[in-house]
């Protein structure tokens, strides 16, 4: 059952991540303005600053490339702790199960940029393959960390 489970969920992340790259340039554009722009309001208010919504609009601009990276390092690192996860159904060693978490994510990552040369706008890049690589990479190694902590303290 858990098998089952954890390949729906894993199967329907990377159908959620092809339906982002599927945008055309123009609606992932306006996405990401639109994430960039709600995180400066939010920080805006946060801080008690009183913003005008020209600065607000100014700081989302320059915002925008890392909010748009992150959300990619984001969601794959998410894709990696989902392949770790139901990689741990099968009788796997934990460093291989790691290894090939992130091995499938890299390629699902490289595969996702191949479909992005036949959108419109969109191109795909080895940079955002790596960018990917390593969200994946950080998703492994928090799985890791948390059997390390969880081991550690079932000791005591």
């Known amino acids: 059952m858990r098998k089952r489970m954890t390949g729906v969920v894993l199967i329907v992340w990377m159908v959620v991540i092809f339906a982002f790259s599927a945008q055309p ?17 939010w920080q ?39 392949f770790f996860l139901h990689l741990s159904c099968y009788p796997i060693s934990r460093e291989h199960r790691a290894l090939l978490a992130w091995g499938l994510t890299t390629a699902y990552a490289a595969s996702d940029e191949i479909h992005q040369l036949f959108v419109p706008g969109r191109s795909g890049r080895f940079t955002d393959v790596c960018i990917d690589s390593l969200g994946g990479m950080a998703g492994i190694v928090f799985c890791l960390c948390i059997l390390w902590f969880c081991r550690k303290h079932e000791k005591v």
Request: hydrophobic share 45%; proline share 0%.
């Open 44 to 82: 805006n208010n946060l801080l008690g600053r009183d913003k005008t919504k020209q600065e607000l609009l100014g700081q989302a601009e320059s915002m925008q490339l890392v909010v748009r990276k992150g959300a990619h390092m984001g969601e794959f690192a998410f894709l990696a702790i989902l």
């Open 25 to 41: 340039a123009v609606q992932s554009a306006q996405t990401s303005r639109s994430t960039a722009y709600q995180i400066a309001e």
